[in-house]
């Protein structure tokens, strides 16, 4: 062959070869971005970069939920066949932290980096004393023999000591005489599990009994309505009904009702054209049958208690009520039944008592609208008018009996952080029979719900009612949070977009169990229920506004008895708000390093099972870590509850926004770091089109204010009062100053950016 002078050059130099990478599984474009990135990777001058030029070298992939691209620091590296996978080992750490390998999963697998990255807690808190448990502030009073010594009726005594209850408490030492004697409007104000109920039940159960006590003519169903008792939940108005059919069961002649919301309207107006003589409501219905139910007579009502103002008048119920208020005054009043009866022992006059908390504009409004000259009767302060009070600034007092803590979590070690505090609560025998864990949104109740429980495919508990039916997808038998003491705990949820029958239910089951329980739900359950034996109340989401927060944790330490509430918050701002805590009590400090060393030191048991799974001679954190692993291991492998982890993380960031205007200093939207509390939901990427549910509900709202004024927005369909429950996780009037901000996020998540910049 012919030298055709062409010389090749094949030196390949001193140094080591780099050996290719090559990437197989997962789509074929994602194959091509990371050989991409790796060639990239591979140029001169790129070792020379540091860890935060590195987390720059590659924008995200627009993506609408878990998929490939950047993840937050701290994520786990997917090994699944959906993402393209390496078939060398690793070439280093940006972090600088080292990475564990996850037992069973081979060079591959690398454990989530929980307790790296995290913020730093802000606040110092000194060493405090044990807490020692005070004198109980709403117990029964130990100077009053009975209830008798109040002058009501010796039939009434008897049904109370039924029900064990002998002594009053001190609101109702005030209240009970006052409306006895008199003739006048009252503001009620007392702390939360005092006994307001029976305040204003038992003197208008005594005056209506002396109607016939003479023996003459019998007072009887169809002899009309003498008291209408408005609460703002059905679950509320369900609750004094109940404690009102306590109390005439010995009076068959006596007759009462609840209507509310989800319930048949055509059984309430047989039962109301049937006849009754007390009728529970919520404001919605009761507005409904004024308008539609001709044989509501109202001539003949003496007492128009308003339950609850200021949540009455938070829920938008003004426009009901007001419309309620009116057609009592339009109607003239009756001096005697139907079958001409007199009612002379009753009132001259309709007599409003109005019960709230707080003395907040909204209530002082709800007042001016109601009240006439009324008389304010507290437990500890002096009597007075109500208008002498309104200038006094609201005190939220919580019983002094309460112990309250609080733990400052970073948003990563959330969810791991709150399995094992209940796994440490529910650890000692028969010292934890129910707890309450309150969240803020009905998706994020519906996705712990459903991670908790034992799986569909394992034998679930049978409630032994005829409302098993009901309850057969809110109650279940609990996982990852039992223990050797309490082998079997409990797991119920409820939220205001439950079906009316399975509201009911659910709770009826709650209170009934005789086994450790757990009450998974929104702030549908923190108004006025009284459920026995809870002994822990957990706000695992802070409520919305002080008032909803004290109203929370008085689910428990009710009537004198003992209990626990504890609040996580999340390190930087949210740290602000232990200081509204301390006007509440003085709340004690929980360290979250503490909580996840009780609460995992006994053995872990998953239920489902994944390459992650604990080994024996683990320290905390690796057991921390791998709890969070097979968590995000879970999800992947369970479509369900990964949607509903994704709609639980975007309900979540959206009810963020809605904190009240002058508590919104403390829940900063713009300071949360959405890869980090995508993590709270076992995700590893945080799910785009955040903002896109607000706007919509912003534009629907605005289209129809009249509607929207009348219903006010609803978190989760909690507190909607007609048939259809709707599912808004904004408050009224306060979705729209969050909405640029929540916009401006959710376009980052989707066009490319990284999470680093969202924080």
């Not at 394992?458 to 997808?473: F, G, I, L, M, V």
Request: a positive charge; charged letters at 25%; proline letters at 5%.
């Amino acid at each position: 062959m012919a030298d055709d002078g062409m010389l090749l050059n094949f030196e390949l130099g001193g140094g080591p070869l780099k050996p290719q990478v090559k990437f197989t599984g997962g789509r074929w474009r994602d194959r091509k971005r990371a050989e991409k990135s790796a060639r990239l990777g591979s140029r001169p001058g790129i070792e020379g970069r540091g860890p935060d030029d590195e987390q720059r070298s590659a924008k995200r992939q627009k993506i609408g939920g878990h998929g490939p691209g950047r993840r937050a620091e701290g994520d786990l590296e997917h090994t699944g066949s959906d993402f393209p996978q390496k078939k060398t080992a690793e070439h280093g750490n940006p972090s600088g932290q080292k990475k564990h390998t996850g037992p069973g999963s081979g060079s591959r697998q690398v454990v989530s980096r929980l307790f790296s990255f995290n913020p730093e807690q802000k606040t110092t808190f000194e060493d405090e004393a044990e807490w020692e448990e005070p004198e109980p502030t709403n117990a029964p009073l130990l100077t009053v023999a009975n209830f008798g010594s109040l002058t009501i009726s010796s039939r009434l005594v008897d049904a109370l000591t039924k029900m064990n209850l002998e002594r009053p408490t001190a609101i109702q030492q005030k209240v009970i005489p006052h409306m006895l004697s008199s003739s006048s409007d009252a503001f009620v104000q007392a702390e939360t599990g005092s006994g307001k109920t029976l305040s204003y039940l038992l003197p208008i159960l005594h005056r209506v009994l002396l109607l016939s006590g003479r023996g003459e003519q019998q007072i009887h169903r169809d002899s009309g309505i003498f008291a209408i008792m408005v609460a703002p939940t059905r679950e509320l108005a369900k609750q004094t009904h109940t404690v009102l059919e306590q109390l005439i069961r010995p009076f068959p002649w006596l007759v009462s009702t609840a209507i509310t919301g989800g319930e048949s309207k055509k059984a309430e107006k047989a039962r109301l054209r049937k006849g009754v003589n007390f009728l529970v409501a919520t404001p919605g219905r009761l507005a409904d049958h004024i308008d539609n139910t001709k044989a509501l007579n109202l001539g003949t009502v003496r007492w128009l208690i308003l339950d609850e103002g200021d949540r009455l008048m938070d829920l938008g119920f003004e426009d009901d009520l007001k419309k309620a208020i009116d057609a009592l005054k339009q109607v003239e009043l009756s001096g005697a039944t139907s079958s001409g009866a007199s009612l002379g022992p009753l009132p001259d006059r309709r007599v409003t008592v109005l019960c709230s908390a707080t003395m907040k504009m909204n209530v002082q409004k709800l007042g001016e609208m109601s009240l006439a000259d009324a008389v304010f009767l507290a437990a500890e302060k002096g009597d007075g008018t109500a208008a002498e009070k309104k200038d006094e600034k609201a005190v939220h007092k919580a019983p002094a009996q309460l112990h309250q803590s609080h733990v400052i979590v970073p948003a990563k070690l959330r969810l791991v952080t709150l399995m094992s505090y209940l796994r440490s609560v529910f650890s000692r025998r028969g010292h934890t029979m129910k707890a309450i864990v309150f969240m803020s949104c009905a998706d994020t109740v519906d996705f712990h719900y459903e991670l908790l429980k034992v799986p569909d495919h394992a034998e679930a508990p049978q409630p032994a009612s005829k409302d098993a039916e009901n309850t057969s997808r809110t109650v279940a038998k609990a996982a990852y949070i039992t223990s050797l003491a309490s082998p079997e705990v409990v797991l119920h949820r409820m939220h205001g977009s439950l079906s009316q029958p399975v509201r009911t239910a659910t709770l009826r089951s709650f209170s009934a169990c005789q086994s450790p329980s757990l009450l998974i739900t929104t702030d549908v359950s923190s108004r006025g229920l009284d459920i026995p034996s809870v002994d822990l109340v957990v706000e695992y989401d802070p409520a919305f506004s002080f008032a909803d927060h004290i109203h929370r944790i008085g689910r428990t330490a009710r009537a004198g008895r003992s209990g626990d509430a504890v609040i996580f918050l999340l390190p930087g701002t949210e740290e602000g708000y232990i200081e509204l805590l301390k006007a509440s009590g003085s709340p004690s400090q929980l360290s979250y390093d503490s909580v996840l060393q009780k609460g995992l030191m006994a053995k872990l048991e998953f239920p489902v099972e994944t390459t992650a799974a604990p080994q024996d001679g683990q320290t905390y954190h690796d057991k921390a870590e791998t709890l969070q692993l097979h968590l995000e291991q879970r999800l992947l492998n369970d479509t369900k509850r990964l949607e509903l982890a994704r709609n639980g993380f975007k309900s979540h960031i959206r009810a963020y926004a809605t904190h009240t205007r002058e508590e919104r200093v403390h829940f900063d939207i713009t300071q949360l770091h959405l890869g980090h509390v995508a993590k709270a939901f076992g995700l590893r990427d945080p799910p785009g089109g955040i903002g896109a549910g607000i706007e919509r509900k912003a534009q629907k709202g605005n289209s129809d204010p009249g509607k929207r004024a009348t219903k006010g927005m609803k978190r989760g369909g909690d507190y909607d009062d007609d048939d259809n429950n709707n599912d808004n996780d904004a408050k009224h009037g306060q979705a729209k100053p969050a909405k640029d901000v929540l916009m401006r996020k959710s376009r980052m998540l989707m066009s490319g950016a990284s999470e680093f910049n969202i924080g």
